[in-house]
């Protein structure tokens, strides 16, 4: 068992029908232990200047011609107890566009839009662990909630292209597994279910990492998934200008780094890039934090 758990972070949340989606799950294989726990602050920044539509990948956003998204973001994890976590997730994002003025004074728009997003909390509880000899199997359950905090708009026409949130209450439940060996070699799956108020799609979302995890060292190369359950396709039938409403598909993969650099402190970086997608950029986005833990 390896004493200190290396825990990453990056919180991306999905901004908008054309904006990228979040790299990654909030939710990892570790669990804290008891009294213990971590707080990692970290800058994320993804660019994009082509978008999934139906039935093919289109050069140029919509009216933006490209979207440049950063976000600042606190990530909190604390054990209740050796099988009960509490996760809190905080993004502050700054969405830009590259419309030319005509555009801006025509349409009367902005090219940029920021402000506190969605703040997110998670119960993971961890009822399993099952030991065979060198290695182990954990099973993890997780239930979260996802709204909003600040009075950021969405109903906007053209402009929500670069909303910093789609303005809706989302409660996510998580299933998860996570194989992992003695020499630090791990493989977790897991699938999540995102129930949304007002008028934005459910959606699925799951997601598969392989990794090591050591005491100077953690590293892992993960594929994400999401599929909405309803919705429309932008500029297609029943599309109204409404962009929250459509649905939003990617297929996302990245990979992620960290090590300690001062006994508590450690730090982190990652890249991720969207391969496949339906209503959204094909944005490739980069990451770097800062963690300590307790």
């Known amino acids: 068992m390896i004493k200190k758990q290396l825990l990453l972070v990056l919180a991306v949340t999905t901004l908008g029908c054309v904006s990228t989606a979040f790299s990654q799950s909030p939710i990892s294989g570790f669990m804290q232990g008891k009294g213990k726990g971590s707080v990692s602050l970290s800058f994320s920044a993804e660019k994009y200047d082509e ?4 039935p093919e990948k289109v050069n140029g956003v919509p009216v933006f011609n490209e979207t440049e ?7 909190a994890t604390y054990g209740i107890s050796d099988q009960v976590d509490v ?6 994002i700054t969405a830009k566009g590259n419309a030319t003025r005509e555009v801006l004074t025509n349409l009367n728009l902005e090219n940029e839009r920021k402000g ?19 290695s182990s199997l954990r099973l993890i359950g997780a239930l979260g909630l996802k709204t909003p905090l600040s009075n950021y708009k969405v109903e906007e026409g053209f402009q929500s292209i670069i909303a910093i949130g789609n303005r809706s209450t989302t ?21 999540a279910g995102n129930y949304a108020s007002n008028e934005v799609p459910n959606s699925y979302a799951t997601e598969l990492k392989v990794g090591y995890a050591a005491r100077l060292f953690y590293g892992d190369a993960f594929i994400a998934n999401q599929k909405s359950t309803g919705g429309v396709d932008i500029f297609g039938e029943g599309f109204a ?6 649905k939003v598909n990617y297929t996302k993969v990245g990979l992620n780094l960290y090590t300690p650099v001062y006994k508590d402190l450690g730090v982190s970086a990652g890249a991720s890039t969207l391969v496949a997608g339906r209503n959204i950029g094909k944005a490739t986005g980069y990451y770097g934090g800062v963690t300590y833990k307790f």
Do not use: C, E, H, W
Request: charged fraction near 10%.
């Open 69 to 75: 998204v950063y976000s600042k973001s606190i990530y």
């Open 241 to 246: 200008g409404f962009f929250p409403i459509t």
């Open 87 to 92: 996760v809190v997730v905080l993004p502050y």
């Open 171 to 191: 409660v996510s439940t998580t299933g998860m597994a996570m194989f992992r060996t003695n020499s630090g070699v791990f493989a977790s799956a897991q699938l």
């Open 51 to 54: 978008v999934y539509f139906i």
């Open 116 to 134: 506190l997003q969605d703040v997110s909390v998670f119960v993971k509880y961890s009822p399993f662990n099952f030991d065979f000899g060198s």
